[in-house]
């Protein structure tokens, strides 16, 4: 069993950064490959980012691409979500997700196919 506690939303303008953490324990945590998924009100989970269990391979949604960053530091049981230049379409409540298939298995991302979540982090971006 892994448990997964997301922190580091909050209010921020259009155009400001905020980092997301995701406190990782259990057994096996190391070993899965990681995701950042984000929920609108209203609207579907979405796939936001993915890292792979070592961190040396990361794929993310086109949306967010050249603006966010995932990365993990395993000696400290954590993800994180580095997100710049955020705009108003980035609202959401972002949950991290772990998945014991190796990243490059993943194939099509969809949140059915995660084994583990946090409760989430609501991140307001105003215009």
């Known amino acids: 069993q892994v448990q997964l506690v997301e922190s580091g939303g909050g209010s921020v303008q259009a155009g400001g950064s905020l980092r997301l953490s995701c406190a990782a324990s259990g ?7 990681m995701g950042w998924f984000r929920q609108a009100p209203g609207k579907e989970r979405d796939f ?6 070592n961190g040396a391979t990361t794929f993310y949604a086109d949306s967010v691409k050249g603006r966010f960053t995932i990365s993990r530091d395993n000696a400290k049981n954590t993800i994180y979500l580095q997100m710049d230049s955020l705009e108003p379409e980035d609202t959401a409540v972002y ?17 059915h196919a995660m084994d583990y979540w946090g409760k989430g982090t609501l991140v307001t971006v105003s215009s």
């Open 27 to 33: 057994r096996g945590y190391s070993t899965f490959a």
């Open 48 to 53: 936001v980012a993915a890292v792979s269990w």
């Open 95 to 111: 949950f991290c997700s772990a998945r014991k298939v190796p990243l490059r298995e993943w194939g099509t991302v969809d949140y």
